[in-house]
């Protein structure tokens, strides 16, 4: 199977400065196994492609869904019946930036485990496994908990915590993340209908939001430009956290 998810992010900042914009971004869901339509490729280039090598893994050199087939067996999870599925941003043309891609274990039509995949713009990576102790369905009501470990914004510390609400039914994806640490933090969501995937209805992705991947690395400058001005604290880059991935704690029935 071979979605395309037209969504909508919202990103607001929260304490001492005050900062929000909202874009439109355009996803793929794919279980990276069916054909697409001529103007999607897998591993080739084409005006949007999906490429093995920068998911699952190290950034740059990943190994697609076997890493992610791997990491669900280290942790036990019963594969037998599940599809896998990457909800990402397609590269366009020769360009390529993704700030997070979901992973998705889905059975029964219900997300069982999943791993966020976040990179920054210095080249990182830091990986998010989140799945109930049971692997029973996650619901958008489950709080997923994880201790922030990589460098994500110049002008956030590498300390606090994310809590991770992730909403997935056939027809939509409903993500909402919320970065605090002490009166700082962030929140972020992700939300977008989900259609089958067309040459039509990404030709009008491609003249909606023109040049994809590197209008992502534009506005993400431009946001960092307008927080520069307001004199928000710059930090220095440490190195990436190691090991690449860090398991989250799952929480039935809360509201982040």
Known sequence: MIEHVAAQTFHARRGRLKNAFRYGVDYILTDLTHGAPPLLSRNRFNLFSIHDRRHGGPRGSGHGVAWF????????????????????????????????????????????????????????????????????????SDVIEAEKLMHVSPFQQVAGRYSFNFGMTNEAFNIRIAYTNGQEGVLATLNGLRRPVTSGGLLRAALRRPLGAARVVALIYWQALKLWIKRAPFLKKPKPPEPLISDSATFSGKKA
């Open 69 to 140: 087939r791997e990491e669900l067996e280290r942790r036990g999870f019963p594969l037998k019946g599940a599809r896998l599925l990457l909800l990402t941003q397609p590269s366009y043309l020769w360009f390529h930036f993704n700030p997070v891609s979901f992973w998705i274990a889905e059975k029964d039509g219900s997300p069982r485990a999943f791993i966020t995949e976040v990179n920054n713009t210095f080249g990182h990576r830091h990986c998010y496994f989140a799945a109930h102790p049971d692997f029973r369905p996650i619901t958008r």
